[in-house]
């Protein structure tokens, strides 16, 4: 029987962050293979067919047309339990999207080798950034002509400020790709493009080993070395402690699609990334390895089952031990209860859970008991760090159509900010108040609409404003009186701090050089 340090110190808890068609799903479903937790790779992927990609279980919401989840899945890898948070794409990219990260350890950036970091990379990347966590880059499709892979580092450091360690570097692309060469373990692995997934692996002295002369076109050999020379010597050097802050990351090449580079990165990935790391909690600092079980809630599904009206809140356990039917603190109620039948995300379908450890993200069923952020555990009463808002980048004015269903309509708008949906605003100074409803993706006004009008019988006016930008701000007292008094479009957010709303960068950054002693934080953390 495996200790309380060895299940939990074996986890690895992380997310994959990237642009919609950058590889996600087929990268997930890969990894999955190796764990075993999929038969055959390529049976779970092909969203243009009748299948179903594994991570996007969430068919229930897909049918009714809405899909508004992050999933979980797991598997185990050569003795490590792995779990990866599933962050939503496409359009239904939401905050939701940016909590879940706050349930991940380190996270997995993939780019796409041709089109190098995009718009929602680089949103994500910026909560993993704000957070330290380290990050990893998976530089995917170099079954393609894509470009340079420098080009990409380079831009890498320009937009996102963090700059690379290739561990491995990849020999040719597109028609003319080779393979990948391992740094550290000095080997290369040779891609066969009529069967990808058989990868010869060769050692070699380094990457002037004659060996290679035999294996690649000299053309492209050439290249590859004068690139490696280049690393050598105009590199960052490897730093271990850099990486571990998130200051360094680690890069790998491959060709998801074609399962090539993929184990090479799972197990390097494994080796470094770190294991269930603690969360600091307004007591200190709590460890995962102890006695102790407790855990924060990061996020809310509705109506994962059409036939039932439940909710279920997503748990990430921060410490100890969860047994089935124990009994936890409610924080915020200061309230005993009981955890009836959590649910574990397998590869294939959700199960009851009979144990879960640090780093595990268990579903509890909620029949409106929680909140995004609240705190369960074994005992004591203390609350894990706020969790923080981002600037939603959709905003309206909302209002109920029948002044008689005021009240089911006030009580829809409260749970589904507590769920976190959408964040709610208040109009300041401003008369008559108005609600303004702040979203990341347009497709939560649907689902807003959709459930108030279904689960609260209230149908709604939602007038689009010409906003995209929220920011929280702090400072100079003086300074913050001329500007509730002189600044348009401010609101109040739920826990009453000021945000002022613009409608472009253009307009805040006036606004910044108008009040230099203002703060305009991107985040409802204000410090
Ligand atoms: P996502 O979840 O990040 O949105 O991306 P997804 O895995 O669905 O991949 C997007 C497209 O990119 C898919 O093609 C997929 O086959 C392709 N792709 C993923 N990895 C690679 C790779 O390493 N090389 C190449 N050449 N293509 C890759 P699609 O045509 O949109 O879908 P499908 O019909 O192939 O499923």
Redesign the pocket.
């Known amino acids: 029987m495996s200790t309380l340090h060895e299940e939990i110190t074996s986890r690895k808890t992380f997310a994959i962050i990237?642009h919609?068609?950058?590889?996600?799903?087929?990268l997930t479903e890969k990894l999955l293979y190796f764990g075993g937790a999929i038969r055959e790779a390529g049976s779970v992927?092909?969203?243009?067919n009748t299948k179903q990609a594994t991570s996007d279980w969430m068919e229930i919401e897909r049918q009714r047309g809405i899909s508004v989840t992050s999933s979980v899945l797991e598997f185990d890898y050569n003795g490590h339990h792995i779990n990866i948070l599933d962050t939503p794409?496409h359009e239904d990219f939401s905050e939701d999207t940016y909590r879940t990260l706050t349930a991940a350890d380190s996270a997995t950036m993939l780019i796409d080798a041709a089109k190098g970091v995009e718009a929602q990379t680089e949103k994500l990347f910026k909560v993993c950034s704000m957070r330290g966590i380290p990050i990893f880059t998976f530089i995917?499709?170099m079954?393609?002509e894509v470009r340079e892979p420098f080009e990409v580092m380079e831009e890498m450091e320009n937009v996102l400020g963090i700059r690379s360690y290739p561990m491995n570097w990849p020999i040719g692309m597109g028609q003319n790709f080779f393979g990948i060469y391992d740094r550290h373990a000095r080997k290369v692995e040779l891609f066969n493009p009529d069967n990808p997934s058989d990868v010869e692996v060769r050692q070699i002295s380094g990457p002037e080993d004659p060996l290679l002369d035999e294996l690649v076109e000299p053309s492209f050999l050439s290249q590859f070395r004068e690139e490696m020379e280049l690393l050598d010597v105009a590199g960052d050097p490897y730093d271990e402690d850099k990486i571990f802050r998130g200051e360094l990351t680690p890069v790998f090449f491959g060709?998801?699609?074609?399962n090539f580079g993929v184990q090479n990165f799972l197990e390097h990935f494994l080796y470094f990334a770190p294991s269930p790391v603690g969360r600091e909690s307004d007591q200190g600092f709590v460890e995962p390895v102890q006695d102790l079980f407790s855990g924060f809630i990061f996020k809310i599904q509705a109506n994962m089952n059409p036939k039932h009206r439940d909710r279920i809140a997503f748990m990430r356990i921060t410490s100890g031990k969860y047994t089935q039917g124990m009994t936890v603190n409610h924080s915020r109620l200061n309230k005993t209860m009981r955890l009836a039948q959590p649910t574990q995300f397998l590869a294939q379908d959700r199960s009851i859970v009979e144990e879960a450890y640090a780093g595990d993200i268990i579903g509890l069923f909620d029949p409106g008991t929680f909140r995004i952020g609240d705190t369960l555990a074994g005992k004591g009463n203390f609350q894990f760090a706020e969790m923080p808002h981002f600037s939603p980048e959709q905003f309206a004015a909302v209002s109920v159509k029948d002044a008689m269903k005021h009240k089911s309509f006030e009580k829809g708008i409260q749970q589904l900010t507590e769920e976190g949906l959408m964040q709610l605003f208040q109009t300041y100074n401003r008369y008559p108040e108005q609600q303004i409803i702040g979203v990341v993706g347009g497709l939560q006004f649907e689902v807003l609409e959709h459930r108030l009008k279904n689960e609260y019988n209230s149908d709604i006016h939602l007038e689009h404003l010409p906003l995209t930008i929220a920011r929280w701000v702090t400072g100079d007292e003086k300074e913050l009186d001329t500007f509730r008094k002189k600044q348009r479009n401010l609101a109040i957010d739920r826990d009453n701090k000021l945000v002022a709303l613009f409608e472009n960068e253009f307009q805040m950054n006036m606004a910044k050089d108008k009040y230099p002693n203002l703060v305009f934080h991107e985040n409802s953390f204000t410090g």
């Not at 992927?45 to 243009?48: D, E, L, M, R, Y």
């Not at 060709?255 to 074609?258: K, L």
């Open positions: 990237s919609p068609d950058a590889g996600k799903t087929t992927k092909g969203k243009k794409g995917n499709k079954d393609r060709s998801a699609v074609s």
